[in-house]
């Protein structure tokens, strides 16, 4: 993973997000992919569950945060508006370093406000230990970040979860 983040083969891939009132662009979500030049794309299913058992997603992770604000850069340049864009997070994430602040840091450094990134996180990612995800959460909120909850309903789904924690938007699988 080290070689394939020096050499650019770590790459964010857009998907647009439309409102459904107006049909309008309000959002995009920032979804890595690994495209390396022998084995040319390789699918997330097949490096993301080995990087996050190997706790080393959070460097993708934040490598797809820094690409977000290069893409910012040169959105505006062009003349582009910008929209938010969303990450996704993985539990281990929050084990190895301080997401909140690196992710709050790197948009600082780079000029943007807090509100330009939302922060995806899965029901899997609240339900693996309650406190301190939900203390990560009220995190991101402090700093200005929105968080949402990603694939609500994939697996074992409680309606407690939507009210355990402070979501600002809920993503139905």
């Known amino acids: 993973v080290d070689e394939a983040l020096e050499k650019g083969w770590i790459k964010a891939y857009y998907q647009p997000i439309f409102r459904s009132v107006t049909g309008f662009l309000c959002a995009e979500e920032a979804l890595a992919r690994w495209e390396d030049p022998a084995l040319g794309v390789i699918e997330p299913k097949d490096f993301i569950p080995y990087l ?6 959070y460097k993708v992770d934040l490598r797809i945060v820094e690409l977000i604000v290069r893409d910012f850069k040169t959105k505006q340049q062009a003349g582009v508006p910008l929209v938010p864009v969303s990450i996704n997070l993985s539990r281990f994430d929050f084990e190895k370093i301080d997401m909140v602040e690196e992710i709050r840091k790197t948009l600082s450094e780079a000029g943007y406000p807090p509100s330009v990134i939302a922060v995806e996180i899965t029901e899997a990612v609240a339900g693996t230990a309650p406190t301190f995800i939900s203390k990560q959460i009220s995190r991101f909120h402090e700093a200005g970040f929105k968080v949402w909850m ?6 074992y789904s409680s309606l407690n979860v939507l009210t355990d924690f402070d979501f600002y938007l809920v993503k139905f699988d």
Do not use: K, P, R
């Not at 996050?52 to 997603?57: D, G, M, R």
């Not at 990603?150 to 697996?155: E, L, T």
């Open 52 to 57: 996050e058992e190997a706790h080393l997603l």
């Open 150 to 155: 990603d694939d609500f309903g994939s697996g």
